[in-house]
């Protein structure tokens, strides 16, 4: 007979760090790293289209530092809990079962995609807000 035991906390907060830290790298994405493309395309009218229909975008720029900052922070975080709090977790708590173990691989699976593809949008927005500008000055 199989025993069933309390659904661990630990899937539940993995999840819900990997798309915190997905929306804040997609808010960083929004405010600093999508403008400048667009303009570095010749989309200038795309741009204060956008700037008209969501205002908020200016405030997201104009405190841009905090917004990666904070996004980056959380990232960070993500990845120590995935790679290395996580595991530890698992074993001590034993929320695995061995004999059981796919689901475990499906969730953890799914929580590194969404934690790579967030750190992927955020080094996008950051290279576009921090260090494209730089280079076409100089080239310029």
């Known amino acids: 007979m199989k025993s069933i035991s309390a659904p661990s906390k630990f899937p539940l907060r993995a999840a819900a760090l990997s798309y915190l830290s997905l929306f804040t790298s997609v808010g ?4 600093c ?3 400048s493309l667009l303009v570095l395309f010749g989309l200038g009218a795309v741009v204060a289209s956008l700037l008209s ?4 975008l200016v405030t997201l720029s104009r405190h841009k530092h905090w917004v990666f900052i904070v996004a980056g922070a959380l990232i960070s975080g ?6 290395v ?4 977790l698992q074993i001590r708590s034993g929320a695995c079962n061995p004999n059981e173990g796919r689901p475990c691989r499906i969730a953890g ?5 969404v934690l790579w593809c967030s750190a992927a949008l955020y080094l996008a927005g950051f290279f576009s807000a921090y260090v494209l500008g730089p ?6």
């Open 28 to 31: 960083t994405l929004f405010c």
């Open 33 to 35: 790293a999508l403008p």
């Open 53 to 56: 229909y969501a205002p908020w």
């Open 78 to 83: 993500n990845f120590a809990y995935i790679y």
């Open 85 to 88: 709090l996580a595991p530890k």
């Open 109 to 113: 699976r799914a929580s590194r995609a």
């Open 135 to 140: 280079i076409l000055w100089r080239f310029d």
